[in-house]
């Protein structure tokens, strides 16, 4: 204990000796001298400044140590983009610690969001000290005036899914929202940082046309995100004004805000109906169709305001009068529906117009009912039915009716043959055993039992072997597209289709009919090509029990595998962008 005692002892007044030595040779240290004008950035300086339209400049404060006379120092920046105007030199006064540096920039440059970065530099190295800083980095920007209203949902249809989603609301311009990241169920990586929107009123001018409807939405092209893996491009989501069938404001009315809430300037629920675009590609045209995209905003709850319009088919009564019978569902917070029809070929827009304009003129339903419209006479008819409810319209949903008056003439048919039709398009296989029949009058043919157990109905003139394929139902639906038709490519598309550029003839040397046929839905076609019938002309055998063949299409909810493509005014490879 005692050993252990002296030995501590020892090293503590080692120590104090040691510190006596250190102190006694402090008269001897000699201290660097500060020589030069020691010009310098405080490190006080911030990283970053918030400019605005409203003003050009930034003022950054630049220091000396010495001031007994008055210099100019050299500078130089960094910056390659040409935002900022930094001077080339900086002067200080005799007497003066402090000058400013006077940075500029072009106001109608300066965008939300955009940041802007440089570098200050002391290149005058005679004026610098290695006691501070010769450069100063810095960033500017003009900061986003929107704030977030909390969290809602978006839906879409096309893609099949709905999220949760923040939207944020422009302060400055409160008609104007933005939401991040909407489409992270189907973004493959190059999703855009926000999908915006504004709410337009009548006087608005945009894409060089006057607004006259209330509660019209805009937006600029938005990319999704989802990579198409047959086309090898980005989808994106597209307002109807860049096309040039549905540039004029006419086509835009699906893109509105349905319903608003209590304090009657926040919307509820906006719904976006765009086309779904590939650039250099084509896409799917959803422009006049409601409620592809449905945005809930935060605390809005959603209403019922749905509409079914379903075409139940031809009735004829004791008087041979003909009607179309159409179902109504009405949503539960429907109060009524005032509905119309249109004439043959009639324009489904115009019709929804003249009820929105003057809803008394229309009959009136306020339940789910079917109703019966009459008719007379053949063709393709739209029926548009509007939903109200608090005294104003909350949807409006247009059905595509294909009536056939029961007055029309109906041939009556022989059979002369029987053959085998070889499927490749929306089918694939051989149908054997199929009877063909020659109308007893003109040059009608009928395939029986084709496709989904159905008649296939053609002309064909044997003095010239040409045959044309009028529009028909297949017998089969769709997904959610409803019922299926087929024709020959040039009666499906008139303006830019020809039958020596797809043609439909008889070869008497093979007994084979080549029809060059689309398939198609209300929305847009699926498939076309050439499918063959060969005849064996004479064997009128009962047709053989009806076989299934294998269906070449699977859902499109999410990933589109086989392209629907829109029917007429859009064509695939050649629709035009407005722009």
């Known amino acids: 204990m005692m050993k252990k005692y002296y030995y501590n002892l020892f090293i503590a007044l080692m120590a104090v000796a040691g510190l006596a030595a250190c102190s006694d040779n402090d008269d001897d240290y000699q201290w660097a001298t500060v020589t030069g004008n020691q010009v310098y950035f405080s490190n006080q300086l911030p990283a970053s400044y918030s400019i605005s339209k409203n003003t050009n400049s930034i003022s950054i404060p630049i220091n000396r140590v010495k001031t007994d006379e008055a210099i100019t120092v050299n500078l130089s920046h960094t910056d390659a983009t040409g935002f900022y105007n930094v001077p080339a030199s900086v002067s200080f006064a005799q007497g003066e610690s402090e000058a400013t540096i006077n940075v500029t920039y072009n106001p109608d440059d300066v965008n939300y969001d955009e940041s802007h970065r440089d570098t200050i530099t002391i290149t005058s190295t005679d004026y610098t000290t290695v006691y501070g800083s010769s450069s100063y980095a810095f960033s500017a920007m003009m900061p986003s005036p929107y704030v977030s209203l909390g969290k809602g949902t978006l839906s879409d249809g096309f893609f099949g899914f709905t999220t949760t989603v923040t939207v944020y609301q422009n302060q400055e311009q409160k008609n104007t929202f933005r939401i991040f990241n909407g489409y992270d169920p189907v973004d493959d990586g190059n999703q855009d940082e926000y999908l915006q929107f504004t709410i337009l009123k009548p006087g608005d001018v945009v894409a060089g046309q006057t607004v006259q409807a209330e509660n019209i939405v805009f937006y600029e092209d938005y990319n999704t995100g989802y990579h198409h893996p047959t086309y090898d491009a980005d989808v994106l ?241 769709y997904s959610n597209y409803g019922d299926v038709f087929v024709s020959d490519v040039p009666t499906y598309d008139p303006e830019e289709s020809s039958y020596e550029v797809y043609p439909c003839t008889y070869n008497p040397d093979t007994k084979t009919f080549t029809f060059t046929l689309v398939y198609y839905v209300s929305a847009g076609y699926l498939a076309k090509g050439a499918e063959t019938f060969t005849v064996d002309w004479g064997n009128v055998a009962a047709a053989p029990a009806k076989k299934s063949f294998n269906w070449l299409y699977t859902s499109i909810d999410k990933t589109p595998k086989r392209v629907i493509m829109p029917k007429a005014k859009v064509k695939f490879s050649k629709y035009q962008r407005a722009f």
């Open 237 to 477: 989501v597209c307002h109807p004004y860049g096309f040039n069938s549905t540039k004029d404001q006419a086509n835009w009315s699906y893109n509105r805000v349905v319903a608003y809430q209590a304090d009657g300037t926040t919307p509820g629920e906006v719904r976006l109906a765009p086309f779904y675009y590939m650039d250099g590609v084509g896409g799917w045209n959803y422009t006049q169709n409601d409620g592809i995209i449905t945005i809930i905003f935060p605390g809005y709850e959603q209403k019922d305001h749905s509409l079914e319009i379903s075409y139940l088919g031809r009735l004829t009564n004791t008087n041979d009068e003909d009607f179309a019978q159409v179902a109504l569902t009405l949503g539960e917070d429907v109060e009524s529906v005032r509905y119309g029809i249109t004439e043959v070929d009639g324009d489904a827009n115009a019709l929804y117009e003249a009820i929105i304009a003057d809803p008394d003129s229309y009959p009136e339903v306020t339940s789910s009912t079917t109703v019966n419209c009459p008719l007379s006479q053949t063709g393709k008819y739209y029926f548009v039915g509007v939903a109200y409810a608090e005294g104003k319209e909350v949807n409006a949903v247009a059905e595509t009716i294909r009536f056939t008056s029961s007055h029309d003439f109906a041939p009556s048919f022989e059979p002369v043959g029987t053959g085998t039709f070889t499927y490749t398009q929306y089918w694939e296989g051989d149908d054997e055993g199929l009877t063909i029949s020659k109308a007893s009058d003109g040059n009608l043919y009928r395939i029986s039992h084709w496709g989904g157990d159905v008649n296939f109905d053609f002309t064909w003139d044997p003095s010239t072997n040409k045959c044309q394929v009028g529009e028909q139902f297949i017998g089969t639906q």
